[in-house]
């Protein structure tokens, strides 16, 4: 919205002084948002001249200039730059006379741009100044010919300062209005916003007119036919029609005027059109005139017919919807009710009898149609806000009054007016209310002030309030409201900042702990955390995690519509986006909720509870059960090199030891001891993946991506998944550091022969559980397959520590312990001693 100020001015008292910075100021303090200042930005010696003779100059261009005498100051009287009275100024411009009054910038003149005017050589002349078109005085955007006086209807002195003269010197702030606040999208409202904020007077311009009380009395009968609301909801609760007859349609539009609108916003269009949108801009209740002439009969208000159009006046046919609100004749629908009207009645050149018409529309319905056409308009703007019902006769009287006086017009005396708008409700206000939801601590009487300046009736009931909203606030329904407008008008900064004392005894989970323990341990080894979208495709899905899965409704992208069940499909997206960017070796990371519905569960299928009020306990515990189960899980994707190329060194690219190493990183943050085995899964290399189990156990998965899957992505990716719910569940409660041993340990290699298709982790397993508490390590140090073994076999050899805490250990008595292991390896996996 933007204000400017001399009319601001006629409705509140501002200071003589009053910047635009200032009227941002005072409006910022009560919660509007500042935009930016429109005007204001001319200055300089800009006055009326007379053309006293001017001469056609064909120039070698082809074009043809004119030396034009001006006269710039009255007989006997210097200009207003200190110069001669009479210049000579180039202008190429053709469509004015000897004798025309023009506007004259002088040297020393800075137009917007900005685009300072000096006299200067061209054409063989100086030009001693400029003659001024619409465009460059920021009148309009004609920039065809100069600006000529007389087609504005002014016959002004030679040497009047132009700029006075057609309110260049005005200035307009703009301001962004939030959409419960439509009664701000005026002069009217603002002007009373700037009183709450600054206790300046205000002046209501709706009172300034008085409307006659007849009703059902105008020469054009109105029906209101909306008897079947749409969604409940009424189309039209107020119109009020007038009629002025005789106006002059080549009246011109006064300069104030155009000046006002310009500076607001609006181009003008035709005097009777420019007043309607005046009012609208004044009082915030949109007009709409017709050509009565044109009109066939009386006017309804209606919903569309099906299959009916209609041609607004943009010029476009429109195919119109049965919940359209249209006005309409005998012929047919003339305007889409609080949108745009049709062309076919619209006022023109031809146009004497003008019908105003000043209606109340449903915001609901009218924004539908705004929406549905895709034909946004300054009227809807205000009626899908909220327009003042109560005001609607104030403007249409105003409109007939301008039309009286600038058009020359006669005004019927009679009127249409219909009015079933309800009353506000009335809203209980307890004593202590503010205080109570805001913490501030303010009086009932600045309180009884802050809503009396916002034009609320209020009403004793003992301590309380019984407050009355005007009609202007329909956005007031509520307590909570009242409370929030009182706060706005005393001041925001009467909230106190209090910061909150956290409860002894609380603080972190252990769960959450120990999740943001795993996020630091991958990102101290060079993991690089990413958040990626928790949606997939089906083909995502099934990759890496098949299963129930559940779909969003209204997905906001259709080829991703499931929730994912693992969150390696975002973290390989997020690698494949990196690397088209340019990183090459990278390691990213990803913790957060994954979705897995149990077979055949159904879920989304509670009921939705309201959202007035916090839902009994039974629902709430409905809605938990309606859930799929969410674990945390936590996944890594590993690509390019682990050591980059370096003198007398070779790169190491990332393989699937590297997932591997990640995993046992995770494990370690929470305490657990990872155990593998081989595993085969389907979004991962077969012969090349890892199942991961603590205490017996399965937590997620390691190893290297199938090629299938990384096919645009070059070398190998590696990657790990851990339920991280599952992990901390299977950690120890506690974790007990253990100290430093005093006693030698004793070593061991143990060679052992199995079939191929045991498990290097079983045998191991066996080993470590038949030795006893005196194995302090065990580790896997080869796998040799190949001559000197027989076929289908395979040698593994494993480096074993032992130790005791209170002694030295014998070497008989770590064989004895190694025997043990080899014995329960045997019985278990077929293992014997290699030769």
């Known amino acids: 919205m933007r204000i400017p100020l001399s009319w601001l001015r006629e409705w509140a008292d501002l200071p003589a002084d009053a910047t635009p910075e200032a009227l941002h100021a005072a409006l910022v303090r009560v919660g509007f948002e500042e935009e930016t200042v429109h005007g204001g930005?001319?200055?300089?010696?800009?006055?009326?001249?007379?053309?006293?003779?001017?001469?056609?100059?064909?120039q070698k261009n082809g074009k043809t200039i004119r030396w034009c005498s001006v006269r710039v100051a009255p007989d006997g009287q210097r200009a207003a730059d200190g110069g001669e009275a009479v210049r000579g100024i180039v202008c190429g411009a053709r469509n004015f006379l000897v004798g025309d009054k023009v506007v004259v910038t002088l040297p020393g003149t800075v137009l917007p741009g900005p685009f300072p005017i000096a006299a200067r050589k061209t054409y063989g002349h100086v030009s001693d100044g400029m003659i001024a078109s619409g465009r460059e005085l920021g009148l309009s955007d004609e920039h065809e010919g100069i600006l000529r006086l007389t087609e504005l209807g002014l016959d002004p002195e030679v040497g009047t300062d132009a700029i006075r003269l057609l309110g260049l010197d005005d200035a307009a702030v703009e301001i962004n209005v939030t959409p419960d606040r439509g009664y701000a999208l005026s002069i009217r409202g603002i002007a009373r916003e700037y009183g709450a904020s600054t206790g300046a007077a205000f002046r209501d311009p709706a009172d300034a007119v008085t409307p006659p009380d007849e009703t059902d009395t105008?020469?054009?009968?109105?029906?209101?036919?909306?008897?079947?609301?749409?969604?409940?909801?009424?189309?039209?609760?107020?119109?009020?029609?007038?009629?002025?007859?005789?106006?002059?349609?080549?009246?011109?539009?006064?300069?104030?005027?155009?000046?006002?609108?310009?500076?607001?916003?609006?181009?003008?269009?035709?005097?009777?059109?420019?007043?309607?949108?005046?009012?609208?801009?004044?009082?915030g209740q949109p007009l709409h005139g017709y050509d009565l002439a044109r009109l066939d009969g009386g006017l309804a208000v209606r919903r569309a017919k099906p299959g009916e159009r209609l041609v607004t006046l943009d010029g476009q046919?429109?195919?119109?919807?049965?919940?359209?609100?249209?006005?309409?004749?005998?012929?047919?629908?003339?305007?889409?009710?609080?949108?745009?009207?049709?062309?076919?009645?619209?006022?023109?050149?031809?146009?004497?009898?003008?019908?105003?018409e000043a209606a109340n529309f449903d915001p609901v319905s009218i924004g539908r149609t705004a929406r549905r056409h895709r034909l946004p308009s300054e009227a809807s703007r205000r009626f899908e806000r909220g327009v003042d019902p109560a005001v609607a006769r104030a403007a249409a009287e105003r409109a007939v009054q301008l039309l009286v006086e600038l058009a020359g017009g006669t005004a019927e005396p009679g009127q249409t007016w219909i009015d079933r708008s309800l009353p506000p409700a009335p809203v209980d206000l307890p004593a202590g209310a503010v205080l109570a939801r805001t913490g501030a601590a303010i009086s009932d009487a600045e309180t009884h002030q802050a809503l009396t300046v916002l034009g609320c009736r209020l009403e004793r009931n003992g301590s309380d309030l019984v407050v009355t909203p005007p009609t202007w606030r329909p956005d007031l329904k509520e307590r909570v409201d009242l409370v929030e407008e009182v706060v706005r008008v005393v001041g925001y900064d009467r909230i106190p900042s209090v910061l909150p004392v956290a409860p002894a005894g609380r603080g972190l989970t252990r769960a959450q702990r120990l999740r943001r323990g795993v996020g630091l341990v991958l990102a101290a080894n060079g993991g690089v955390e990413v958040q990626s979208y928790p949606v997939v495709s089906a083909e995502q899905q099934d990759a890496f995690a098949p299963g129930p899965s559940m779909r969003i409704a209204n997905p906001l992208d259709a080829t991703a519509p499931l929730l994912r069940r693992s969150v390696l499909p975002g973290l390989l997206d997020a690698l494949r986006r990196n690397r088209g960017r340019g990183l090459v070796d990278l390691a990213l990371y990803e913790h957060g909720i994954v979705f897995r519905p149990l077979d055949g569960a159904q879920h989304g299928t509670a009921e939705l509870p309201p959202i007035a009020q916090r839902p009994p306990a039974e629902l709430l515990a409905r809605l938990r059960d309606d859930l799929p189960a969410q674990p945390w899980s936590v996944g890594a994707v590993l690509a390019g090199e682990r050591v980059a190329k370096q003198p007398g060194a070779p790169a190491v690219p990332t393989d699937w030891t590297d997932a591997i190493e990640a995993a046992r990183w995770i494990a370690a943050a929470v305490g657990a001891e990872l155990r593998t085995r081989q595993a085969v899964h389907p979004g991962f290399h077969p012969g090349r993946t890892a199942e991961l189990l603590v205490e017996g156990v399965s937590v997620g998965v390691a190893g290297e991506l199938h090629p299938d899957l990384t096919a645009d992505v070059p070398g190998r990716v590696a990657a790990v998944e851990i339920d991280l719910d599952a992990l901390i569940a299977a950690a120890p409660a506690s974790i007990t550091a253990r100290p430093i041993p005093s006693v030698p340990a004793a070593t061991q290699d143990l060679s052992l022969v199995v079939a191929e298709a045991v498990a290097a982790g079983d045998v191991l397993d066996a080993v470590r559980e038949g030795a006893g508490p005196l194995l302090e390590a065990i580790d896997l140090v080869d796998d040799y397959r190949g001559p000197g073994l027989p076929e289908g076999t395979k040698s593994l050899t494993?480096?074993?520590?032992?130790?005791?805490?209170?002694?030295?250990?014998?070497?008989?008595?770590?064989?004895?312990?190694?025997?043990?292991?080899?014995?329960?390896?045997?019985?278990?996996?077929?293992a014997r001693l290699r030769e």
């Open 798 to 830: 494993f480096a074993l520590r032992f130790r005791a805490e209170d002694r030295t250990l014998t070497a008989a008595e770590a064989t004895a312990a190694k025997e043990q292991g080899v014995l329960l390896a045997t019985a278990r996996t077929g």
């Open 317 to 356: 046919e429109r195919l119109l919807d049965p919940e359209d609100l249209v006005i309409a004749d005998g012929a047919g629908a003339v305007g889409l009710a609080g949108v745009m009207g049709g062309e076919r009645t619209e006022l023109s050149t031809g146009t004497t009898d003008v019908v105003i």
């Open 218 to 283: 105008g020469s054009v009968p109105v029906t209101l036919e909306d008897a079947a609301p749409i969604r409940g909801r009424d189309g039209c609760a107020v119109f009020v029609t007038r009629v002025v007859r005789g106006i002059d349609p080549a009246a011109r539009v006064p300069g104030w005027l155009a000046a006002r609108l310009r500076l607001a916003g609006i181009r003008s269009i035709s005097l009777a059109v420019d007043i309607t949108n005046y009012v609208m801009l004044e009082l």
């Open 41 to 58: 930005d001319l200055s300089g010696p800009v006055v009326v001249g007379e053309v006293l003779e001017l001469a056609e100059e064909p």
